[in-house]
């Protein structure tokens, strides 16, 4: 079993910056690859960004290239999303996942493990 736990949310106003973490515990060098999702009221739980675990590579969505980060610390077994320009339409619960699959999926049913979310709401 892995464990995850979100911290860093917060409200902020439109333009505003956040980080999130995402520590992971229990059987960590089992996860293939991580990655950040979000579900803002009465929508589908998004994929946001990804990372390989190993490798570093990462994936975004369209939505938030060129303003958020994603990064891993492997001897903290935590991923970051840092959120710079932030838009009130980025305003969600922001879930860490983890796979236990050797490739980076965008699908949430592809995800093993998840995290109990974080707030994120951006003021316009």
């Known amino acids: 079993q892995v464990q995850l736990v979100e911290s860093g949310g917060g409200l902020v106003q439109a333009g505003g910056s956040l980080r999130l973490s995402c520590a992971a515990s229990?059987?960590?060098?089992?996860?293939?690859?991580m990655a950040w999702f979000r579900q803002a009221p009465g929508k589908e739980r998004e994929f946001v960004a990804a990372?390989?675990?190993?490798?570093?590579?990462?994936y975004y969505v369209d939505s938030v290239k060129g303003r958020f980060t994603i990064s891993r610390d492997n001897a903290k077994n935590t991923i970051y999303l840092q959120m710079n320009s932030l838009k009130p339409e980025d305003t969600a619960v922001y879930y860490c996942?983890?796979?236990?699959?050797?490739?980076?999926?965008?699908?949430?049913?592809?995800?093993?493990?998840w995290g109990q979310g974080t707030q994120v709401t951006v003021s316009s």
């Open positions: 990372i390989t675990w190993t490798g570093g590579r990462t």
């Open positions: 229990g059987r960590t060098f089992s996860i293939g690859n």
């Open positions: 996942a983890a796979t236990l699959k050797s490739f980076v999926p965008s699908s949430r049913i592809d995800y093993d493990y």
